[in-house]
């Protein structure tokens, strides 16, 4: 099965800031990764899908970049509503698809 | 509005069985794959299972596989999670999602590309004597 492994496990970052979180798969899988946004409390909600693209109402200061085994999610300008855990997950060939084990984001 | 609504959770004995239950609303149903995932008390998200669309391809988390049953009724727009033989450490939240996607043709090959792209709201299972 394919690893996901993120980092940083959490930050603590001011607003205004730029927050770079990083996955790493344990096999290149192309662009087959997805980011999302949890709040506590709330289900998970799809940030980024197929490694860069941004979701329907999803902020402009997200983004994501990466291909075969390294990714980012970017977090251009820090906003408190942007506190947060964010999880990679990859959906490359068959499942399990697994997903990195979360960042904390502190404002 | 599209939505999934996740209901059967509770408190069961170990060893005990549950079925949850996933309904969805506002979309066609039948058309997409979906999957459950669960969240332990303070701890990240847990891949669990998928289906296929008309259930024929089913896939399991190791950590469930031989005790957790998916399955799916288009007819009746829902999607379910049997679980057999509950741990104390099967307590979590779970979550059924869509599967959307689009797919794509590159170098000869076809791809599909998967996103969770909508959620229900959870419910809580607790293993507990």
């Known amino acids: 099965d394919i690893q996901m492994t993120q980092s940083p496990s959490s930050l603590s970052a001011s607003v205004g800031d730029r927050v770079t979180i990083t996955c790493r798969a344990s096999?290149?899988?192309?662009?087959?990764l997805n980011w999302y946004q949890q709040k506590p409390g709330k289900a998970p909600k799809l940030l980024i899908y197929?490694?860069?693209n941004l979701q329907s109402g999803v902020p402009s200061r997200f983004s994501g970049s990466g291909s075969g085994t390294d990714f980012t999610l970017t977090i251009s300008s820090l906003q408190p509503e942007d506190s947060a855990t964010y999880y990679c997950?990859?959906?490359?060939?068959?499942?399990?698809?697994?997903f990195g084990q979360g960042s904390k984001v502190e404002i | 509005e599209v939505q999934l609504v996740e209901s059967g959770g509770g408190l069961v004995q170990p060893g005990g069985s549950l079925r949850l239950s996933c309904a969805s609303s506002?979309?066609?149903?039948?058309?997409?794959?979906m999957i459950w995932v669960r969240q332990a008390p303070g701890q990240g998200l847990e891949w669990l299972s998928y289906?296929?669309?008309?259930?024929?391809?089913?896939h399991y988390a190791d950590s469930v596989k031989g005790r957790f049953i998916i399955s799916r009724d288009n007819a009746r727009n829902s999607l379910y999670l049997q679980m057999n033989s509950l741990r104390a450490e099967d307590t979590a939240i779970y979550y059924c999602?869509?599967?959307?996607?689009?797919?794509?043709?590159?170098?000869?090959?076809?791809?599909?590309?998967?996103?969770?792209?909508?959620w229900g709201q959870g419910t809580t299972v607790t293993v507990s004597s």
């Open positions: 999602a869509r599967a959307g996607g689009y797919g794509d043709f590159s170098g000869g090959t076809h791809y599909y590309y998967y996103y969770m792209d909508v």
């Open positions: 506002d979309f066609l149903f039948s058309g997409h794959e």
């Open positions: 289906i296929s669309t008309t259930g024929n391809n089913i």
């Open positions: 096999q290149t899988i192309s662009n087959f």
């Open positions: 197929v490694a860069s």
């Open positions: 997950q990859h959906t490359y060939s068959t499942p399990p698809w697994t």
